[in-house]
């Protein structure tokens, strides 16, 4: 056997013991472990830790493309474990067939030493393919692609750690370099390449007056300039561009739903607290748009269905995503009950309503529907806040409650006009 006949990792001189993970899936490596088999076609991400306690983990993405017809068997990636840097590195092919030779060879690290890819919680074959109908990675990277990955990690090998941190989120210590503080985490933070969504100026350089004020409500512009200033490249996707209705014709948003993706992922497998806090901006930045989403109405829809199979998936995160009781999820359920505010505003308005509105309508159902079985929250205003109550002595007394003043901006949370 020359070459496997599936496409394989192989990851040379790994130590035993040491935490490990593909896509969603952890274990710890034994002494006879030496890469995974049967993966499947799209991108994927592999993660390391010297110990299953340590915090701090290193990765990297890597692409798996289609079968060509002309050539079944497809190259395997090699990578070898540094014992200096505690990270998996790549390993040129000569030592890595060199190693492969002393085990005994391609057979017999194959059915012996490779550990076949398993996508969901579904059955396997007598061939080690696995056979679930439920593919949980592939829809959560429906929208990245080699130049997002490229731009984001900025680095030719996809590599990125728990430490990698975007600009704006970087702690400045007076005193302390860029270098000091990376020698007392153990590692230089690596930086991030964010989309620059900065919420705190959402209007065009020179806005002044109402056009101000309509940006600080309405952040449409911001996402327009952000989805048109990336290069058109990092709209293109290799996998699943074909047969797939959630498409959009001519890719606008590709990049900020990419985006969103990798980040989500980062947190999930990493614990990474930067890409948290671009995952958060992008949520802030897309559900307060209002006159986009009539404008870009396949953009909405598919993030619409992106951030629900993120949500559930959010618990796969030790401690989850964040709290999502009515205090702690005061962040995501305001910004969803504002977008819902937005879609009812079109909804009423006849002459503005489409086909394609309806879609997005839909969608946004569902994700109501979902949050309200998974989190008891309600996403609409119909509370009753003032009323008669009866106490236990019978007498009746008028109630009035003030705890949705915030959410209704009414009471002491109502707008002021100032004069200036």
């Known amino acids: 056997m020359a070459n496997p006949t599936t496409s394989t990792l192989i990851l040379l001189n790994l130590p035993p013991s040491i935490l490990c993970g593909i896509n969603l899936q952890t274990f710890t490596t034994t002494p006879t472990f030496l890469g995974i088999k049967s993966l499947p076609p799209g991108y994927h991400f592999l993660f390391t830790s010297p110990s299953a306690s340590l915090s701090l983990r290193d990765g990297f993405w890597f692409d798996i493309p289609p079968p060509p017809t002309t050539h079944p068997n497809p190259e395997p990636i090699f990578r070898k474990w540094n014992p200096e840097s505690e990270r998996l590195i790549p390993c040129p092919e000569t030592e890595a067939l060199a190693i492969i030779h002393s085990k005994g060879g391609w057979k017999e690290i194959y059915e012996k030493n490779l550990t076949p890819y398993r996508q969901s919680a579904g059955t396997e074959d007598n061939n080690n393919n696995n056979t679930g109908k439920e593919e949980v990675w592939g829809p959560l990277t429906k929208h990245i692609s080699s130049a997002l990955l490229l731009r984001f990690t900025k680095s030719e090998e996809w590599m990125i750690s728990s430490a990698s941190c975007g600009v ?89 739903l990419g985006q969103m993706e990798i980040c989500f992922l980062m947190v999930l497998t990493l614990a990474n607290y930067s890409c948290l806090e671009e995952w958060k901006r992008i949520l802030a930045l897309v559900l307060t748009c209002e006159k986009a989403v009539k404008e870009r109405v396949d953009f909405f829809e ?119």
Not at 205 to 232: M, Q, Y
Not at 238 to 254: K, L, M, Q, S, T
Not at 343 to 366: A, H, N, R, S
């Open 168 to 256: 704006q989120d970087r702690d400045e210590i007076p005193g302390l370099s860029k270098e000091d503080v990376g020698g007392v985490i153990g590692e230089e933070e690596k930086e991030l390449g964010m989309l620059g969504v900065d919420l705190k100026r959402t209007w065009r350089e020179g806005a002044v007056g109402r056009e101000r004020t309509e940006g600080a409500r309405d952040r449409s512009w911001l996402l327009g300039e952000i989805c048109g200033e990336v290069p058109e490249s990092l709209w293109d996707r290799e996998v699943g561009e074909e047969g797939d209705e959630e498409d959009e014709e001519d890719g606008w948003g590709d990049v900020v």
């Open 302 to 420: 598919r993030f619409v269905i992106l951030l629900r199979r993120q949500l559930a998936r959010a618990d796969d995160v030790e401690g989850g995503l964040f709290d999502m009781s009515d205090d702690g999820g005061a962040f995501l359920k305001g910004l969803l009950k504002g977008f819902k505010r937005t879609m009812d505003q079109y909804v009423m308005d006849e002459d503005e309503t489409t086909d394609w509105m309806d879609d997005v309508q839909i969608e946004f159902d569902e994700l109501k529907e979902w949050v309200r079985q998974e989190y008891g929250w309600e996403l609409g205003d119909e509370f009753v806040r003032r009323g008669m109550l009866e106490l236990e002595d019978g007498e009746m007394v008028e109630m009035e409650t003030k705890e949705m003043e915030g959410e209704d901006e009414s009471g002491e949370y109502a707008p002021v006009v100032v004069e200036l």
